[in-house]
């Protein structure tokens, strides 16, 4: 089809791609890339349909406005029968009823027309085709429909589950190919993101699959992604630049297909020339992003959800170094970690603080003597309180906290046995037999609980936050109210208002957070 784009600035104007089956929108932050995109839909209203993965996962007040949308076919569905549910939380889930409801019609139609002996062939349904796809993408997988609901299994059609216990790139791969077979004739679907979720490893299968279903239809890939905007060989490339919003117009470059996003291109998607720091959490809810902005305002910090995804991005993104010229590190939590494991990460340019979690930098000496100082506090008495209940916290959980140690080193040493060649299953038997006497997993314990009980019997603060993972230490010791504040959100508050300051407070608490990552005065990081 030909696709006509929103008015350019320069002739204020739309130009007009012809021909069209693909375009990749690329663009910084604040551009006017969203706008952009709402134009295209706005202009296509009858046509538009829009997927975004990280939308449909959440319940939300605002349904999907466009007609022909998922909550669109729901809501007509809903009002024309009573055997679909009234109610579900997220378009994934009214996309799932909705699958379900046409397997169960179409199964009825052939039952009644089997019943007056009329020849049919047995129907193929939506959810056939879901089912096809899913499994072509996860071979060892198989789904299952039992009483109405689909369930999972391993090849063997073993353990089985709901998907409440999918990945979120497993549930990705169920949205958006059953979202795309309900897209209207000739339809102009936007996708938010098409990356989201995935893994790296899948995503160009799964999109050309996709594509493939529906060759009536146009794709526009909202992305940040320049590897994913590299991938679409047939697709036209439009770098959105600038939006004026006096006038409505946008600056945007169209580029040829099959040419290279040069290096002042990923620049300026980057949205910045500082090098990045990741880290895991969201930039919403989580205290990791909002924390590192101010202790690293050299960095960009960019958050992306878990620990594995922050290590592969950062070994991802340092393999393109010549492409974009930035450093690049990582921030991951030490949990559990052995300091071999610790060792290797920073070797690898990812940085592990010294205690077990984000929650336990806010409990460091110099940063609770620094908050207490900055609220004219007595910081001795407050430190001396605060270690004292921590120690209690320890006394009690230590055996607990043994076993966990015990549970991740145990997993880490199966992980790198089991993934070794065996020449038949009596090898592999006699393999996983031997393991337990090899590793010792309780005498591992008894080794752990009494390097536990050293650090207890030594009154080790610092160690204990080294190897304590407990969520609720930061409102069981009391630190925030020690301080002056009601409850921990407060106090977290209250740390980032201090750094915001630039205080000498700010500097303490600053200088004793960057000592926990072993970072000297010059900023470099320590590697050991």
């Known amino acids: 089809m030909n696709l006509n ?12 791609l012809t021909d069209v089956h693909q375009v990749t929108i690329i663009g910084a932050n604040g551009s006017g890339k969203s706008r952009f995109c709402n134009q295209i839909m706005n202009d296509y209203a009858p046509k538009a349909f829009r997927l975004s993965a990280l939308r449909a996962f959440f319940p939300s007040d605002t349904a999907n406005a466009l007609p022909g949308s998922i909550d669109d076919i729901f809501n007509r569905y809903n009002h024309s029968t009573q055997l679909i549910e009234g109610h579900a939380d997220t378009e994934y889930d009214r996309l799932n009823y909705i699958m379900l409801y ?44 039992e009483n109405g609901k689909l369930l999972f299994a391993n ?19 169920l949205y958006y190919v059953g979202a795309v077979l309900y897209a209207m004739p000739e339809a102009v679907i936007l996708v938010d993101d098409p990356e989201t979720f995935i893994h790296r490893s899948i995503t160009n299968i799964l999109w050309n699959i996709i594509e493939e279903l529906r060759p009536d239809c146009t794709f526009i890939y909202n992305t940040h992604d320049l ?31 099959g040419k290279e996003l040069d290096d002042s291109l990923y620049l300026e998607i980057l949205g910045t020339r500082k090098p990045v720091l990741f880290v895991e959490g969201d930039s919403i809810h989580s205290i990791d992003s909002r924390l590192y902005q101010l202790i690293f305002p050299e960095y960009t910090v960019k958050p992306l959800g878990s620990c594995n995804k922050v290590i592969e991005t950062v070994r991802s993104f340092n393999s ?24 290797y990460l920073r070797n690898k340019k990812i940085l592990v603080p010294n205690v077990a979690e984000v929650e336990n930098i806010l409990m460091l000496e110099g940063v609770i003597r620094a908050v207490a100082r900055h609220n004219h506090k007595n910081e001795h008495d407050i430190v001396s309180k605060v270690k004292k209940a921590v120690l209690q916290m320890w006394s009690r959980e230590l055996r607990e906290q043994a076993l966990q140690h015990v549970r991740h080193r145990v997993k880490h040493l199966v992980e790198i046995r089991i993934d070794m060649r065996f020449r038949n299953i009596n090898a592999l038997e006699n393999h996983l037999t031997e393991l337990i006497d090899e590793i010792k997993p309780r005498a591992m314990y008894e080794e752990i609980c ?27 010791s009391n630190v925030a109210q ?9 106090y977290i508050r209250g740390i980032n208002n201090i750094l915001k300051s630039n205080s000498k407070d700010a500097d303490a608490i600053r200088k004793s957070i960057k000592a926990c990552f072993g970072i000297n005065d010059n900023q470099t990081p320590i590697i050991n």
Request: charged share 30%; net charge negative.
């Open 5 to 16: 784009l929103p008015k350019h600035s320069a002739n204020n104007a739309p130009q007009t």
């Open 102 to 145: 046409d397997e169960f019609t179409n199964l009825m139609n052939f039952k009644a027309h089997k019943l007056m002996d009329e020849n049919l062939d047995f129907p193929k349904t939506k959810l056939d085709t879901v089912i096809r796809v899913w499994q072509e993408i996860f071979p060892k997988n198989k789904v299952l429909r």
């Open 155 to 173: 090849d063997s059609g073993s353990d089985r589950y709901s998907q409440l216990k999918l990945s979120d790139g497993e549930n990705a791969v």
């Open 227 to 257: 590897d994913f905007a590299s991938s679409r060989l047939f697709s036209h490339t439009i770098w959105v630049k600038a939006f004026d919003a006096e006038n409505i117009t946008w600056d945007y470059q169209i580029i040829e297909k």
């Open 320 to 343: 393109l170094e010549k492409l974009h010229h930035l450093d690049s590190w990582g921030i991951v939590d030490r949990d559990r970690r052995t300091n071999e494991e610790v060792r």
């Open 450 to 476: 009494r390097e536990f009980h050293i650090i207890e019997a030594e009154l080790n603060y610092g160690k204990i936050l080294q190897v304590f993972n407990q969520k609720t230490i930061l409102s069981e």
């Open 482 to 490: 020690l301080c002056g504040y009601k409850n921990k959100e407060e």
